[in-house]
T-cell receptor, first 115, second 113 residues
Framework: KAGVTQTPRYLIKTRGQQVTLSCSPISGHRSVSWYQQTPGQGLQFLFEYFSETQRNKGNFPGRFSGRQFSNSRSEMNVSTLELGDSALYLC??????????????FGEGSWLTVV | AQTVTQSQPEMSVQEAETVTLSCTYDTSENNYYLFWYKQPPSRQMILVIRQEAYKQQNATENRFSVNFQKAAKSFSLKISDSQLGDTAMYFCAFTQGAQKLVFGQGTRLTINP
């Protein structure tokens, strides 16, 4: 069974550009969430989707957005990139509804560098 | 707001020794879930162990076990017979059931040969 797959793995963008990151959850998983990891702020929750609906959102500016498709695949978008957006972006999935406390599995992440 | 605190930024032990990583958390909720994740240099977050707050029995997974003290809001991870492959960042995390995990700052564990 394939794990959580994130693409691209590495990318470099220029300030002011926008970026889209993609995440394919484990087959059969319907919950997808995104996290940002930086040396200074650690791991911070971005948003969570279940059945194409955003269920939770972290404390990030509106430049950060996401969506989930009917096949549970998810994308996150960051517009007007800033240097501080340089980070490892981790996607995670779990099998059941958000209230179940089900085990959460992570992908390998997408490394974003903003120059 | 829920918070998770890992008071040991770095730890180092010899191979085959036992090591305990500390974690405390703050919540007013009664039902929640706690996790330990391992992040090796590859940066893949790997689940080590999971504990449900309503279960008094401490979770164990092979060489990994936890000491869950609900009243003290403490959730420490014990690694027995440590191996070189255990070298990684270890994160303690909390959730009330949603996928919104709250992470601690991590403990960098080094296993020396």
């Amino acid at each position: 069974k394939a794990g959580v797959t994130q693409t691209p793995r590495y990318l470099i963008k220029t300030r002011g550009q926008q970026v889209t990151l993609s995440c394919s959850p484990i087959s059969g998983h319907r919950s997808v969430s995104w996290y940002q990891q930086t040396p200074g702020q650690g791991l911070q929750f971005l948003f969570e989707y279940f059945s194409e609906t955003q269920r939770n959102k972290g404390n990030f500016p509106g430049r950060f957005s996401g969506r989930q498709f009917s096949n549970s695949r998810s994308e996150m978008n960051v517009s007007t990139l800033e240097l501080g957006d340089s980070a490892l972006y981790l996607c995670a999935s779990s099998a059941q509804a958000p209230s179940s406390g089900n085990t959460i599995y992570f992908g390998e992440g997408s490394w974003l560098t903003v120059v | 707001a829920q918070t998770v605190t890992q008071s040991q930024p770095e730890m180092s032990v010899q191979e085959a020794e036992t090591v305990t990583l500390s974690c405390t958390y703050d919540t007013s909720e009664n039902n929640y879930y706690l996790f330990w994740y391992k992040q090796p240099p590859s940066r893949q977050m790997i689940l080590v162990i999971r504990q449900e707050a309503y279960k008094q029995q401490n979770a164990t997974e092979n060489r990994f076990s936890v000491n869950f003290q609900k009243a003290a809001k403490s959730f420490s991870l014990k690694i027995s017979d440590s191996q070189l492959g255990d070298t990684a960042m270890y994160f303690c995390a909390f959730t009330q059931g949603a996928q919104k995990l709250v992470f601690g700052q991590g403990t960098r564990l080094t296993i020396n040969p």
